[in-house]
């Protein structure tokens, strides 16, 4: 798995979205983590942390709920090709379209179809 982070390197704290940083650092995986990667990173997750698993297996008390919301909220967004695209547009920042439309970096840009119509 080459996009996939090391459960050692991981940040322990799952209790929300802020607290994780991101929803790959929720799932333990790099940006570059392909669909198979962030479901099996899912799965491993979810059998920790799901709270009906865990009790049963473990003598240890379960995990909070939120801990297992958060994993499955990250995997429902990274799992989705297109909302996955609008999320890892939002890590990078405001659009460069700052400059209103047919403008881009400060330069105009031309499209027939709307240039033409006179």
């Known amino acids: 798995m080459a996009g996939a982070v090391p459960l050692a390197a991981a940040p322990p704290a799952l209790a929300g ?3 994780a940083g991101s929803l790959y650092e929720a799932l333990r995986v790099g940006r570059a983590a392909t669909p ?3 479901k099996a990173a899912y799965r491993a ?3 920790r942390l799901h709270p009906d698993v865990a009790s049963r297996t ?3 008390p379960a995990p909070a709920p ?3 919301l958060e994993i499955r909220r990250a995997y429902e967004t990274l799992s989705d090709p297109e909302a996955r ?3 890892d547009r939002s890590l990078v920042g405001p659009s460069r379209h700052r400059h209103g439309p047919g403008v ?4 105009r840009v031309r499209r027939w179809e709307t240039d033409q119509c006179w």
Do not use: D
């Not at 881009?104 to 330069?107: S, V, Y």
């Open 17 to 19: 979205t802020a607290a």
């Open 36 to 38: 198979v990667e962030i």
């Open 45 to 47: 997750m979810a059998k």
């Open 58 to 60: 473990s003598g240890a």
């Open 66 to 68: 939120a801990a297992f």
């Open 85 to 87: 695209a609008r999320y």
């Open 104 to 107: 881009a970096g400060g330069l």
